[in-house]
C-alpha cells in the first residue's frame, strides 16, 4: 500500500464466553504476549493489552490494510486455541460473539494506555458492564441491551 498513510487508533474490548473468570493472573503475562503475536503477525502495533479474567482490553495502530473484525477474529480464534492446547482450564475455552471497538486520537494515547494497563484497580471501584456500558455511552454507540455481552454480576 505504498503512499497510504494513515494514524488509527482502536482499543477492542471482548469477553470470555459466559463471563467466566477463566483467565487466571499466573497465564495472563503468556496470553497477553501471544496475543500481540498474533496482532503484529497481521502487521498491527500493539500500544496496551490487559486480560482480566473475564474480558480483554487492546490498544491497537490500525493499518488500514486489515479490517478489525477481521483481526479481532484472528485475535480471538488464535488465543481461543493457544488457551484449549496450554489445558489452561477444564473443559472448552471460548470468547463471547461480539466484541467492541472505540477509536482514539493520538493526543489520547497515554490516558487510554494508562486507563488499559490499570485494569485491576479500575475493576476493584467498577464492574465490567457499567464499564462497557460507559464506554458505548461516552462514544455515543446505540445499543439494545439485549445484544449486550453476557453479563453475570
Not at 503475562?29 to 479474567?53: H, S, V
Not at 476493584?124 to 456500558?133: A, C, D, G, L, N
Not at 464506554?135 to 446505540?142: A, H, M, P, R, S
Amino acid at each position: 500500500m505504498s503512499n497510504t498513510y494513515s494514524q488509527i487508533f482502536i482499543q477492542i474490548v471482548f469477553a470470555v464466553k459466559g463471563r467466566e473468570n477463566l483467565i487466571h493472573e499466573k497465564n495472563r503475562d503468556e496470553l497477553e504476549k501471544y496475543m500481540n503475536g498474533i496482532i503484529q503477525n497481521r502487521g498491527q502495533k500493539t500500544l496496551a493489552i490487559y486480560c482480566m479474567p473475564d474480558h480483554v482490553h487492546i490498544l491497537i495502530g490500525l493499518k488500514p490494510n486489515i479490517s478489525i473484525s477481521d483481526l479481532v477474529r484472528d485475535i480471538k480464534a488464535g488465543s481461543s486455541l493457544f488457551i484449549n492446547e496450554k489445558n489452561w482450564i477444564m473443559g472448552r475455552f471460548r470468547w463471547q460473539e461480539g466484541f467492541g471497538a472505540f477509536s482514539y486520537s493520538r493526543d489520547q494515547m497515554r490516558p487510554v494506555i494508562n486507563y488499559i494497563l490499570n485494569q485491576k484497580e479500575h475493576h476493584s471501584k467498577t464492574t465490567f458492564r457499567s464499564e462497557y456500558v460507559k464506554l458505548l455511552n461516552d462514544f455515543d454507540v446505540k445499543f439494545e441491551e439485549k445484544y449486550l455481552f453476557e453479563f453475570v454480576e
